[in-house]
């Protein structure tokens, strides 16, 4: 099992002046012991679960960046992409630079976008649901089309025209950075994970509910003829709270055990006080290690 930091909030001690400074020790501590990947959120206003929304967000893309130059290893990525937020192709051009200038570490985190209320504020259309998954598949493909050398032509869609999808330079991973579609809806949802996707994520609301969602995804599968084991298989953790010094690290490697026998290979969360840094190094000390092998 691997395991990924999730950044869902950036209001740490010393607020916007230390912000930069902050940001880059949690990142360059996340990859030294030993996180394969670090995950930003794709919101404009801190969301309500986390706290109130004028707390400090940073821009998904722009922080990736400034995470990548502070890092080395570590795969890098949005949990996820709100489709809604930007152009399709200015979005692969986003994608496609972050992975070029990385060194090949990006991956292409999308989803259907939920927080009205940062659409309304800056005047985004916030299409409805039925809409934003017909914009969310054709994303998809615009960034697969433009992904390719050969085929560098128009794209018509119902929601998007392009009269060409030049994309230079082509990202460095091949065929193209790996496509994560977050969300765990039944009919729609999973079966775009199914059709085009390299990895799934879902909740980990508890292992019953992340087996359920992985077992519709394999009857998606099938329908098509493609094979489940082709998709990674990752959830995303509301919080991994090992406490101030690595108390509670027991705990943590319990309920990723739980999750590895329902088929999770990675965990992508947040950690409880990552900005004091010793929880971080509690993980990479007492849980990276013993969940590897599971």
């Not at 995470?67 to 192709?89: D, E, K, Q, S």
Request: charge should be neutral.
């Amino acid at each position: 099992m691997k395991l990924g930091l999730q950044i869902s909030n950036f209001t740490w001690k010393g607020r916007g002046p230390m912000l930069g400074e902050n940001l880059a020790t949690i990142a360059r501590t996340a990859e030294d012991v030993g996180y394969d990947s670090i995950w930003v959120m794709d919101h404009l206003f801190q969301i309500p679960p986390i706290g109130s929304a004028h707390m400090e967000m940073l821009e998904a893309y722009t922080a990736l960046a400034f995470i990548a130059a502070h890092t080395r290893t570590t795969r890098l990525g949005t949990m996820v992409t709100g489709v809604t937020y930007r152009n399709p192709g200015f979005l692969c051009k986003q994608v496609s630079t972050l992975d070029v200038l990385s060194g090949g570490r990006a991956v292409f985190g999308i989803g259907a976008a939920w927080f009205d209320r940062e659409h309304k504020a800056y005047g985004i259309p916030f299409p409805p649901l039925k809409e934003r998954f017909e914009r969310l598949e054709e994303t998809i493909r615009i960034c697969k089309q433009m992904w390719t050398t050969k085929e560098d032509g128009p794209f018509q869609g119902k929601h998007y025209q392009f009269k060409e999808t030049l994309n230079s330079p082509q990202p460095l991973q091949k065929p193209h950075p790996p496509i994560l579609i977050g969300g765990g809806g039944e009919k729609k949802t999973l079966k775009l994970v199914a059709q085009y996707a390299n990895a799934c994520n879902v909740h980990a609301y508890s292992p019953e509910f992340v087996a359920g969602k992985f077992a519709v995804l394999r009857r998606h599968c099938e329908a098509i003829g493609r094979n489940f084991d082709e998709i990674e298989r990752t959830v995303i953790l509301s919080g991994l709270d090992v406490g101030p010094g690595g108390e509670r690290t027991g705990e943590a490697v319990e309920l990723l055990g739980r999750l590895a026998e329902v088929g999770v290979q990675a965990v992508y969360s947040w950690v409880s006080g990552a900005d004091k840094i010793a929880p971080l190094e509690a993980v990479g000390r007492d849980v990276i290690p013993r969940v590897r092998d599971l």
